[in-house]
């Protein structure tokens, strides 16, 4: 059973690199803008040694795909394409707002994360999602903590995209908790459109590598992860912002 999984995310201004291991979180995170080409492989480095463990001793790789920046899923993309030729593993490509949203997870919470990362240009790439379906990973359950007692299956209640955050036709009901940059940008916005209850927001949020990694493993463990060459990003608009 697939259980080793080192992730990477450099979608937006955080760089962060993290490793699974039987329910054991390694992880290195920095907010570090214009610097995750020179960041991100020391980082691996680093998180493989603390955990003890060689590459190709992994049973898979996992990035955060986008959207994003630009520049951001262009490094990811080439670094875990470097590394799954050099270690012939499978990669799982995840959506950098599924990871958000996956962070967002709190237990006893809105099973409702809406995920907003600011895309420039007057617009956010949005993800809605509704948290259920929970497995235990083993460790213990309190944020910041090295054990992950638990993760979510996410179901999208929306394709995500690229979109002006006072356009959103979905109402929501109930409470629900928003995260990620978008909301720093177009908070106002975004609530308009939501409507609902926001039970909190987290503007100031961005995805772990952590996320990347038990999302991955689920993808992973499907038998779902793809080839070097497949693991390709998703921009969601073909204009750099």
């Known amino acids: 059973m697939t259980t080793r999984v080192l992730a990477i995310d450099t979608a937006t201004e955080a760089c962060s690199a993290a490793i699974l291991v039987a329910g054991e979180v390694h992880e290195r995170f920095l907010i570090a803008p214009r610097r995750h080409s020179a960041l991100i492989l020391p980082m691996v480095e680093e998180v493989l040694a603390e955990a003890g463990v060689s590459l190709r001793q992994l049973d898979g790789l996992a990035f955060g795909r986008g959207p994003g920046s630009f520049t951001g899923v262009r ?123 926001p039970s909190r927001i987290e503007p100031e949020t961005y995805p772990h590598a952590r996320d990347v990694a038990l999302l991955g493993l689920e993808t992973l463990r499907k038998g779902r992860g793809v080839l070097a060459e497949e693991a390709l990003p998703v921009y969601l608009r073909d204009r750099v912002p």
Do not use: N
Not at 144 to 164: H, K, M, S, W, Y
């Open 75 to 197: 490094i990811a993309t080439g670094v875990i394409q470097g590394l799954a030729l050099a270690s012939d593993l499978p990669v799982a490509p995840v959506s950098t707002l599924a990871a958000l949203a996956q962070g967002a997870f709190r237990p006893g919470g809105p099973e409702c994360i809406v995920a907003a990362l600011d895309a420039r240009m007057g617009e956010v790439y949005l993800g809605i999602y509704t948290m259920g379906g929970i497995y235990t990973m083993g460790g213990i359950c309190a944020p910041g903590a090295t054990g992950i007692c638990a993760a979510t299956t996410l179901r999208p209640l929306r394709a995500e995209a690229v979109i002006d955050p006072a356009a959103i036709s979905a109402s929501l009901t109930g409470a629900w908790t928003g995260v990620g940059s978008g909301f720093k940008a177009h908070g106002g916005a975004l609530c308009k459109s939501l409507a609902g209850s």
